[in-house]
């Protein structure tokens, strides 16, 4: 049974830090990309970042540039968003996805975290 479980949300005040993790099991991840989204009340879920499998490829999505930083650990399946200035407007649950592709698009991800709540106070 594949899984991936998101860990690391919480509530935290505008200006500060969080760093996410999500942790893959089940199946071998060799040669997925790995992504974060996030999608927040009312709204569509959006790329947040995303990482290849050999991380010489990173993609943000333009109101985390700058701020967040994905990373992996192949070895570990694991993938981290650490995020940092945090503003209210990234309040929002956070998804951890996985697949073959290297995309952008939320309905390319063929496998996703039950998702971790993140909640920046003003």
């Known amino acids: 049974q594949v899984q991936l479980v998101e860990s690391g949300g919480g509530l935290v005040q505008a200006g500060g830090s969080l760093r996410l993790s999500c942790a893959a099991s089940?199946?071998?991840?060799?040669?997925?990309?790995m992504a974060w989204f996030r999608q927040s009340r009312g709204k569509e879920r959006d790329i947040v970042a995303v990482?290849?499998?050999?991380?010489?490829?990173?993609y943000y999505g333009d109101s985390v540039k700058g701020r967040f930083t994905i990373a992996r650990d192949n070895a570990k399946n694991t993938v981290y968003l650490q995020m940092s200035n945090l503003t209210p407007l990234d309040t929002a649950v956070y998804y951890c996805?996985?697949?073959?592709?290297?995309?952008?698009?939320?309905?390319?991800?063929?496998?996703w975290g039950q998702g971790t709540q993140v909640t920046v106070s003003s």
């Open positions: 089940g199946r071998s991840f060799n040669g997925y990309a």
């Open positions: 996805a996985a697949d073959r592709r290297y995309s952008v698009i939320a309905h390319a991800y063929e496998y």
């Open positions: 990482i290849n499998w050999t991380a010489d490829s990173r």
